[in-house]
């Protein structure tokens, strides 16, 4: 599995990045079949109270899953797009057999 972090319209941070890596190493160990995922932090320039995105894309055995969530900081934005990750996946995981 890979995993590719991209910031845009802000600066790297390393320790947004070990976060991020953290979280999508426990959903890689509780979904063995994602191939890669593709992880993207958003800084909105506005006025309310929620501008940070997170977008995260995985490649998986059939059509590809996606999630995004906007929040006000960075590990709740995670957070929030990991566990609707979650959701999408163990609905495959109900529809998709593994072929023996």
């Known amino acids: 599995m890979t995993i590719n972090i991209q910031f845009v319209n802000m600066s790297t941070s390393d320790t947004m990045e070990t976060y991020t890596v953290k979280k999508l190493d426990n959903l890689f160990k509780k979904f063995d079949w994602i191939l890669k995922a593709k992880v993207f932090f958003k800084r909105e320039i506005t006025h309310k109270e929620k501008e940070v995105i997170c977008e ?28 609707d990750l979650q959701t999408q996946l163990k609905k495959r995981k109900g529809i998709v057999k593994p072929y023996m």
């Not at 900081?73 to 929030?80: G, H, Q, S």
């Open 56 to 83: 995260i894309e995985l490649s998986i055995p059939g059509p590809r899953v996606f999630a995004s969530s906007n929040e006000k900081n960075y590990e709740l934005a995670v957070k929030n797009t990991i566990i």
